[in-house]
């Protein structure tokens, strides 16, 4: 069974800066993916950024030159730096893994920006 774990969500002010973290647990097969996706009260669920295992990474045009993503392979973890913190950026965020055709979801972290 495959747990996944998000940490590092906070209230803070714009311009300001966080870290969230991600640790997949348990038997994972072909793990051939791990992002994050955020989603504001009453909106869909939306791509943040993902990595591929070979380390190709995606970002929303919303984010890239603001938030980095990187992974640690052997510890199944993606972390997610973010910089530069808009309002626009608070929402609820979940990290997803991608294994043998599964999706696997976190319960979410939420990060809130605000002066």
């Known amino acids: 069974q495959v747990q996944v774990v998000e940490s590092g969500g906070d209230s803070v002010q714009p311009g300001m800066s966080l870290r969230l973290s991600c640790v997949a647990s348990?038997?994972?097969?072909?793990?051939?993916?791990m992002g994050w996706y955020r989603q504001e009260s009453g909106k869909q669920r939306e791509l943040v950024a993902m990595i591929s295992s070979d380390g190709t990474t995606t970002y929303a045009d919303s984010v890239k030159g603001r938030f980095t993503i990187s992974k640690d392979n052997a510890k199944n973890t993606v972390n997610l730096q973010l910089n530069s913190l808009k309002p626009e950026d608070t929402a609820v965020y979940y990290c997803?893994?991608?294994?043998?055709?599964?999706?696997?979801w976190g319960q979410g972290t939420s990060v809130t920006v605000s002066s």
């Open positions: 348990g038997t994972i097969f072909g793990l051939s993916a």
């Open positions: 997803n893994v991608e294994a043998m055709g599964y999706d696997y």
